[in-house]
């Protein structure tokens, strides 16, 4: 059975970082993309981050959104089935909830990374709130 928890989200000030988690359960992470969205109140979900292998298998593409690009940093450690999400020089615009889902690479369309229907599998979020 498929599954993925977040954790790691809490309150934090302007500039503060925060890891978040997403560990996996019920396949085994080599053979899928990962990719963290996130959805603030009254706005649509967006796609964060994406790490996905290349075709031969042989390394991990990792794709972001304009606005986190120099400031987020996604890895995962196939040994523990688990994904990170690193953030740093967090913003109050950063503020959402936020997901990690997870697609078999085989399936998705490296172009449709940040589009949350090309996704299957989803944890049950972690809220992340950056204020003053």
């Known amino acids: 059975q498929v599954q993925l928890v977040e954790s790691g989200g809490g309150l934090v000030e302007p500039g503060d970082s925060l890891r978040l988690s997403c560990a996996a359960s019920?396949?085994?992470?080599?053979?899928?993309?990962i990719a963290w969205f996130r959805q603030a109140p009254g706005k649509e979900r967006e796609g964060v981050s994406c790490?996905?292998?290349?075709?031969?298998?042989?390394?991990?593409?990792?794709y972001y959104t304009d606005s986190v690009k120099g400031r987020f940093t996604i890895s995962r450690d196939n040994a523990t089935n688990t994904v990170y999400l690193q953030m740093n020089s967090l913003k109050p615009e950063d503020t959402a909830v936020y997901y990690c889902?997870?697609?078999?690479?085989?399936?998705?369309?490296?172009?449709?990374?940040?589009?949350?229907?090309?996704?299957?599998?989803w944890g049950q979020g972690t809220q992340v709130t950056v204020s003053s």
């Open positions: 790490s996905a292998s290349s075709d031969d298998g042989s390394i991990y593409y990792k």
């Open positions: 019920g396949f085994t992470l080599d053979y899928y993309a």
């Open positions: 889902a997870a697609e078999p690479r085989t399936l998705l369309l490296l172009r449709l990374w940040a589009d949350q229907n090309s996704y299957d599998f």
